[in-house]
């Protein structure tokens, strides 16, 4: 049963959830910022890719362990101005060579990967030494009544949420893992609190 639940239910659910049209507009604050040749780690059914700015992007490579959420793709990649190519993997285990892109991408993904620690080596070993980081994330709120109903809630939201956690605390989890935050704006964004507190910015490597 968890199996259907996960193939056939849940890339609908995630989609849903992360379509919400305070999320668009983060969305649409960090992607126009991404040039060159750029990675983009959980890239779900594409939803950022209305926002990359045609001028400045070269080449977008998505991948997403998820063939059936990517599956739910609405828009047309054919009419993107610039080479795209979507891959199933893991940001565990990245394909791809050292220092190939100049930006590394990541919305409302990193609160799902089981092993962060392990992906963001990665994410170091496929970018350029002067490469960014751009990502934008729900997390951990600084308000004590909201934090304490994140980490009361947690371990059951992970189990229907495909892993997703309500509780991670994004800017530590970034410098504490190779990199140096260069910029970063917070907020709540509007929804349910616990998934609410948002955290945006671009990150450097060390």
């Known amino acids: ?19 919400s049209k305070p999320t ?13 040749n750029v990675l983009e780690i959980g890239i779900g059914s594409g939803l950022n890719l209305n926002y990359y700015d045609n001028k400045k992007v070269d080449n977008l490579t998505g ?21 795209f190519n979507f891959v199933k993997a893991f940001a565990e285990e990245l394909p791809f060579q050292d ?31 002067n490469g960014k980081l751009l990502f934008c994330e ?11 109903w994140q980490n009361k809630i947690n371990p059951y939201w992970k189990r229907v949420g495909g892993g997703c956690n309500l509780n ?6 970034i410098t504490k893992n190779g990199f140096k935050i260069t910029q970063l704006d917070t907020m709540y964004i509007p929804g349910w609190k616990p998934a609410s ?9 060390k």
């Not at 668009?24 to 060159?36: D, E, H, N, T, V």
């Not at 799902?112 to 620690?117: A, C, L, S």
């Open 1 to 19: 049963m968890a199996n259907l639940y996960d193939k056939y239910v849940l890339p609908k659910v995630v989609n849903w959830a992360c379509k």
């Open 63 to 83: 991948i997403d362990p998820s063939i059936e959420i990517w599956e739910l793709n609405k828009n047309k990649i054919e009419h993107l101005k610039f080479d």
């Open 197 to 205: 507190y948002n955290y945006w910015g671009v990150a450097e490597i």
């Open 99 to 129: 220092n190939e892109f100049d930006n590394l991408v990541i919305t409302y993904s990193l609160c799902t990967i089981k092993d962060p620690q392990t992906a963001l080596t990665e994410v170091i070993r496929v970018l350029k030494p």
């Open 138 to 148: 729900h997390g951990l709120a600084p308000d004590d009544h909201i934090a304490y």
């Open 168 to 173: 991670k605390n994004i800017p530590q989890l």
């Open 24 to 36: 668009m507009y983060q969305r649409a604050k960090i992607i126009p910022l991404a040039f060159g």
